[in-house]
């Protein structure tokens, strides 16, 4: 394979962890499932089971809705850690 | 009676007195139709993701409560009529995890009444992969 792998091995770090239930006001646990920009990382790059992968996309949806992570990132107004200045 | 979690977002303008009495008088309606409120979380004023009616940041405030399925309908069009609260969300807990992460939340709440800093546990793995995504 001439492609390198860019992604280390991938495993269910909800699974690891034994994560019942991903409550959507506790940024840090959707933050693995979110790339730069908070979009939702699919599950082939993150390595998430179905059924976590399910959960978190709920909780992402309603941490959105509820101002806790953005929508989107605005492109012009870029900052260097934007994750940590929603934190407070 | 389900389990439910609400979440509503008042107005950062606000001064003390007249969060509180919003926030009884949210509590008011919700134990009028019905619901018993298991605990109460007051998270405070945060810095929200983005503007929510031009405004920078919100108080958030958490109630755990069971209630009949009817009283949830009544309690979300009071909560739009009332404009001190900017955004709200309810959550109901269905299944048995569900109810379990419900009553983990409300022992943690009832226990520690003085609301010490509570660090969420993130599991080493999860701090990790940040680096490994950027590598």
């Known amino acids: 394979m001439a492609e390198k792998r860019k992604y ?5 770090k909800y699974c690891e962890a034994k994560i019942e239930y991903i409550d959507y006001k506790d940024a840090k646990i959707l933050r693995h499932s979110l ?3 908070y979009k939702i990382m699919p599950r082939r790059l993150t390595g998430n089971c179905k059924r976590h992968q399910e959960m978190v996309e709920l909780a992402i949806k309603r941490a959105r809705h509820t101002a806790v992570i953005p929508y989107i990132i605005d492109t012009r107004k870029v ?7 929603i934190q407070q | 009676m389900r389990h439910y979690e609400l979440l509503v977002v008042a107005k950062p303008t606000l001064n003390e007195e007249e969060l509180q009495a919003k926030l009884s008088f949210l509590s008011d309606i919700l134990e009028k ?3 018993v409120i298991a605990a109460k979380n007051h998270i405070g004023s945060r810095k929200l993701a983005y503007q929510i009616n031009k405004f920078e940041r919100g108080i958030y405030v958490v109630y755990y409560f069971t209630a009949p399925t009817a009283a949830i309908a009544e309690v979300e069009r009071i909560i739009r009529i009332t404009e001190e609260f900017i955004r709200f969300m309810t959550v109901k807990f269905e299944n048995q995890k569900e109810i379990r992460h419900w009553n983990k939340q409300v022992d943690k709440l009832t226990k520690k009444t003085p609301v010490v800093e509570q660090e969420p546990e993130i599991p080493a793995a ?6 490994t995504e950027e590598a």
Not at chain 1, 8 to 12: D, L, V
Not at chain 2, 126 to 131: D, H, K, P, S, W
Request: contains cysteine; aromatic residues 8%.
């Open chain 1, 8 to 12: 280390a091995r991938k495993y269910c």
């Open chain 1, 35 to 37: 790339s730069e920009r």
């Open chain 1, 79 to 85: 900052v260097a850690v934007p994750f940590e200045q």
């Open chain 2, 33 to 35: 139709n019905g619901a």
């Open chain 2, 126 to 131: 999860l701090a990790e992969t940040e680096e």
